[in-house]
T-cell receptor, first 114, second 113 residues
Framework: GENVEQHPSTLSVQEGDSAVIKCTYSDSASNYFPWYKQELGKRPQLIIDIRSNVGEKKDQRIAVTLNKTAKHFSLHITETQPEDSAVYFCAAQNYGGSQGNLIFGKGTKLSVKP | EAQVTQNPRYLITVTGKKLTVTCSQNMNHEYMSWYRQDPGLGLRQIYYSMNVEVTDKGDVPEGYKVSRKEKRNFPLILESPSPNQTSLYFC????????????FGPGTRLTVL
């Protein structure tokens, strides 16, 4: 089955700096890669996703890149702000598969210091 | 408003006392699942359901049961809770027929004494 590794587990940056979180996956059949943000005491919420036919996707200060050959994908946050502080989860899914389960990484706690 | 709801939001109980955490979604999603979240371990799937009367084990199903008698509801049952089931639980739903966002419920914080 699919296995998703996420690094680093914690990340501390100064406000205005960039943050990068990396994930690797094991199942080459995975074709959908969402990122979820979980603020303290809240539920995870989707912030950006990418499909396997795309190499990069951007939404304002957030971007995701995908390298299918190497089976890794990354979240990039530019010009970080204190409200970006949260736990971020990557996930991988084979949405055409029989189960289509989302497999999550263990999460990265991002702290943005003002 | 499209949403996933869970009840209760907080529960403190004692070892061995059966409990049920309810989950309901109003988006007509076929796929529903339960996760537990523990520090350093991320979101681990307990059970999932592809549709009514179709359920299957996730990664950590021991000590849990589920049922899916109606499309909108997917309760999580702990027949005999133990302290190692103290955790934050999330229900989630999505449509499996196409790429789509998975919506999470607000979470249930369970403490088993």
């Amino acid at each position: 089955g699919e296995n998703v590794e996420q690094h680093p587990s914690t990340l501390s940056v100064q406000e205005g700096d960039s943050a990068v979180i990396k994930c690797t996956y094991s199942d080459s059949a995975s074709n959908y890669f969402p990122w979820y943000k979980q603020e303290l005491g809240k539920r995870p919420q989707l912030i950006i996703d990418i499909r396997s036919n795309v190499g990069e996707k951007k939404d304002q200060r957030i971007a995701v890149t995908l390298n299918k050959t190497a089976k890794h994908f990354s979240l990039h946050i530019t010009e970080t702000q204190p409200e970006d502080s949260a736990v971020y989860f990557c996930a991988a899914q084979n949405y055409g598969g029989s189960q289509g389960n989302l497999i999550f990484g263990k999460g990265t706690k991002l702290s943005v210091k003002p | 408003e499209a949403q996933v709801t869970q009840n209760p939001r907080y529960l403190i109980t004692v070892t061995g006392k059966k409990l049920t955490v309810t989950c309901s979604q109003n988006m007509n999603h076929e796929y529903m699942s339960w996760y537990r979240q523990d520090p350093g371990l991320g979101l681990r799937q307990i059970y999932y359901s592809m549709n009514v009367e179709v359920t299957d084990k996730g990664d950590v199903p021991e000590g849990y049961k589920v049922s899916r008698k109606e499309k909108r509801n997917f309760p999580l049952i702990l027949e005999s809770p133990s302290p190692n089931q103290t955790s934050l639980y999330f229900c989630a739903s999505r449509s499996p027929v196409r790429v789509n966002e998975q919506f999470f419920g607000p979470g249930t914080r369970l403490t088993v004494l």
